[in-house]
Nanobody
Framework: EVQLMESGGGLVQAGGSLRLSCAAS????????VGWFRQAPGKKREGVSC????????YYTDSVKGRFTISTDNTRKKIYLQMNSLKPEDTAVYYC??????????????????WGLGTQVTVPS
């Protein structure tokens, strides 16, 4: 079965950095897009970043452009989110997800088929 498992969350001071990892299994990696989503209490789920594995073209929501970088290790089927210059508003549970669609500003708003359980990122103010 498809499995996704996030790791790397934690508490980091504003301005600091953190790298999230997601281990994927159970699907043909090259046929999917993968992404990172986040949800804070009282807020709707937000698509942070996604990337189409086949072409490697990423998408970032405006609030993280220039600060976050999505990357993949296609051999090991790992997805990473490098988060720099963290801000309190980045505090959320972060989820990795996968779907057999092309990553775009439009499709990142759709619910992906497969999800991890999430990892907490806390940036105190």
């Amino acid at each position: 079965e498809v499995q996704l498992m996030e790791s790397g969350g934690g508490l980091v001071q504003a301005g600091g950095s953190l790298r999230l990892s997601c281990a994927a299994s159970g699907f043909t990696f090259a046929d999917y897009s993968v992404g990172w989503f986040r949800q804070a209490p009282g807020k709707k789920r937000e698509g942070v970043s996604c990337i189409t594995i086949s072409d490697g073209v990423p998408y970032y929501t405006d609030s993280v452009k220039g600060r976050f970088t999505i990357s993949t290790d296609n051999t090991r089927k790992k997805i990473y989110l490098q988060m720099n210059s963290l801000k309190p508003e980045d505090t959320a549970v972060y989820y990795c997800a996968a779907d057999p669609i092309h990553c775009s500003a439009v499709t990142i708003t759709w619910r992906y088929d497969y999800w991890g359980l999430g990892t907490q990122v806390t940036v105190p103010s």
